[in-house]
């Protein structure tokens, strides 16, 4: 195993490093809260000559995204970072650069959408691009948000899949708080991510291609179903890049992170940093003797369903937390994906009730988080649920 | 179309086109309603049809005007309308490709 460093770093910190480590030939972006840093550190970092990176200030994240989209299929391994608004304003590139099959990475720092306008942390903006064709990769702290970054840049150029991709941290409580990573060694990121050598480019002058023509009712229809066929073969590879990534940094990775779940007989589905503090509650809770357990997505999109339904079956309780309300009166999104989940999960039905938690940066803490626990012993002793959807920590 | 019978796996990803000129491919005549009748008596051979069409499809034999490209000609009607002798008319395409002018 090769030596790493253990440093007292930032997430924004840990992923600016990342990105210094994977040296994009092209970065570009605009900067907003709580993302600025990545831009600024990422800045300083072309000006000090430490990349080779092409960095292109634009006018708005519309632009970052349109001049990545531009650099990737040139032949570019491009990059730009976002937050909240910003991935708003790219929204249209989004699909383009999925529907163009360019193997983007992007880090999004999870911020709450406007309005009433907010830069703290919920998941509001990303959960609103989970049907744009890009991979969805959540990381709970520096560690994970460094090490799924650099992941991520071999999943998305992987030959099976080429697909853009986006690394998610918790805005603020990850972005801006102070934590413990261990950082690889500059030599060992660059090996692990390669070159990236793509198989058709626009700068490839001796094989002239056309990248976004138009494409009828012929042929659109067929190059979307490729699109399907390509997130279908991500989980094997988001798998086998653990894998590789385990033997260069000793840490592990899968499509989600199954916490004392195995006999627990209720559980929390949780995201991102939240899943801390629901794992020291759980701590507590297996002390007393209570059997719970924690299931964290790390692969949001494409959505691992039948392993998740797998780990979930059995259960008696299930709580789905959800950062994002998606205002269809059938709770969070991730609610939604996980009851649709389960409905062909073997045994017998699995009672699961949403927990809608802090929107706008709202805290939660482990006295809630405790409290769900203990609403789903109830719910595993009586088999009534007497409410679905919970709004955690709003005042009444 | 003429390539229908090829399925989802059989072309490249992400909508990319890997050689070049392959519009000529693209029949786009199938877009009309509109498609213009060719004089030849009244022609002059000023070419300015053959300048303004925006899809070639004026074409040329041995400098002179030799007929409309109809899998091509989208309809558009500007060769009528820029056309200084008055000797291309729009009419309601029937259907039936080629039956007016020399074309294919």
């Not at chain 1, 012929?218 to 033997?247: G, I, M, P, S």
Request: charged residues 25%; glycine residues 8%.
């Amino acid at each position: 195993m090769q030596v790493s460093k253990r440093v007292a770093i930032t997430g924004n910190e840990a992923v600016a490093e990342a990105m210094r480590q994977i040296n994009p030939d092209v970065v570009a972006a605009y900067p907003i809260t709580p993302q600025t840093e990545i831009v600024q550190f990422f800045a300083d970092f072309v000006s000090d000559g430490k990349v080779d990176t092409e960095f292109v200030t634009v006018e708005s994240e519309h632009s970052a995204m349109s001049a990545t989209v531009g650099a990737s299929a040139a032949g570019a391994r491009a990059m730009t970072a976002t937050s909240s608004q910003g991935l708003a304003l790219m929204w249209e590139v989004l699909y383009i650069a999925s529907g163009l099959r360019l193997p983007i990475v992007a880090p999004v720092v999870n911020r709450a959408l406007s309005a009433p306008i907010n830069i703290h942390c919920d998941h509001s903006d990303t959960m609103g691009a989970r049907d744009s064709g890009w991979i969805q990769i959540y990381s709970e702290d520096a560690q994970e948000a460094y090490d799924n970054l650099i992941q991520a840049v071999r999943i998305a150029e992987h030959p099976d899949v080429l697909l853009p991709t986006m690394v998610t941290m918790d805005g603020f409580i990850v972005s801006h708080g102070m934590g413990n990573a261990k950082l690889l060694n500059d030599d060992v990121v660059k090996k692990f991510v390669g070159e990236y050598e793509p198989e058709h480019y626009l700068l490839d002058v001796e094989n002239p291609i056309t990248v976004g023509a138009l494409d009828f009712s012929d042929w659109y229809f067929e190059h979307r179903r490729q699109l399907a066929d390509a997130h279908t073969k991500v989980k094997d590879v988001v798998l086998q890049v653990a894998k590789e990534f385990k033997e260069i940094s000793g840490r592990e990775y899968n499509l989600f992170d199954a916490y004392r779940l195995d006999d627990a007989e209720v559980a929390i589905v949780v995201i991102n940093s939240a899943a801390g503090t629901a794992k020291t509650v759980v701590d507590e809770l297996r002390e007393k003797g209570l059997k719970v357990g924690l299931l964290k997505i790390r692969l949001f999109r494409p959505f691992p369903h039948k392993e998740i339904a797998e780990a979930l079956s059995g259960k008696k309780a299930v709580a789905v937390l959800d950062r994002a309300d998606s205002l269809s009166l059938m709770g969070g999104p991730l609610y939604i994906d996980l009851r649709a989940a389960m409905y062909d999960s073997p045994g017998p039905r699995v009672k699961m009730v949403n927990y809608i938690y802090g929107l706008g940066g709202r805290d939660i803490n482990m006295e809630q988080i405790a409290g769900v626990y203990d609403d789903l012993m109830e719910i595993a002793k009586t088999g009534e649920i007497t409410q679905p959807v919970t709004y955690l920590g709003v005042r009444e | 179309m003429s390539a229908v019978e090829k399925g989802w796996k059989d072309v490249p990803i992400g909508g990319l086109i890997l050689e070049a000129g392959s519009a000529k491919k693209y029949e786009t005549g199938d877009w009309r309603t509109h498609k213009p009748v060719w004089d030849k008596e009244k022609c002059s051979n000023c070419m300015i049809c053959w300048i303004y069409c925006p899809d070639a499809s004026i074409l040329i034999k041995d400098g002179e005007m030799s007929g409309i490209d109809y899998k091509h000609c989208k309809g558009c009607g500007i060769c009528a309308h820029e056309c200084p002798r008055k000797c291309i008319e729009m009419v309601l395409d029937t259907g039936e490709n080629g039956e007016a002018g020399a074309g294919e």
